[in-house]
């Protein structure tokens, strides 16, 4: 073999090298890495609720993320640690929603609704006066009329 066709082996495995390792990292860009959890937050008439913040808590390690929802309600998580995972969803004027047991497996995209309800009114009462005592060392039993109830009295 002399030097010119070494030479053009040499490129030409170079060049299958190459588009090997292109392909090679190509395909491991486009594979998923983990879990997806994707939802729509909506009220009770279905209208779509945006800018809920949806907390995403995995059960086993305690790890959380957090996201809010787009204009359309939308939420998602993407490249999640296959594992069970709570799902806290919050807004103001809203209940807070819960979802526990989301059970998340490798390269599977889980499609999770939630409904918020309106929240409770809550009334809130502070007493800020303290009643007067009772004289516990007084014993007798007194009454006070006014001179209204007096003159009732007399014409009775």
């Known amino acids: 073999m002399n030097s010119t066709m070494f030479l053009r082996a ?4 170079k060049v299958i090298v ?7 990292a190509a ?3 486009t594979s998923r890495v983990g879990a997806t959890l994707e939802g729509i937050a ?3 008439t279905g209208a779509r609720i945006p800018g809920v913040e949806v907390r995403l808590r995995e059960t086993e390690t305690h790890q959380t993320r957090s996201v809010f929802a787009d204009p359309e309600g939308f939420f998602r998580f993407s490249e999640l640690p296959v594992g069970i995972y709570e799902v806290l969803v919050e807004h103001p004027g809203f209940a807070s929603y819960r979802h526990t047991g ?3 497996q490798l390269g599977v995209t889980v499609h999770l609704d939630t409904l918020l309800q309106p929240a409770r009114a809550t009334a809130q009462v502070a007493v800020t006066a303290q009643p007067p005592g009772i004289d516990v060392t007084q014993t007798s039993v007194t009454s006070t009329m006014d001179k209204e109830r007096i003159e009732e009295l007399r014409r009775c």
């Not at 040499?10 to 495995?13: G, I, V």
């Not at 190459?18 to 090679?24: E, G, K, S, T």
């Open 10 to 13: 040499c490129a030409a495995t």
């Open 18 to 24: 190459a588009l090997f390792l292109f392909v090679a």
């Open 27 to 29: 395909t491991s860009q």
């Open 42 to 44: 909506t009220d009770a």
């Open 102 to 104: 989301v059970a998340l």
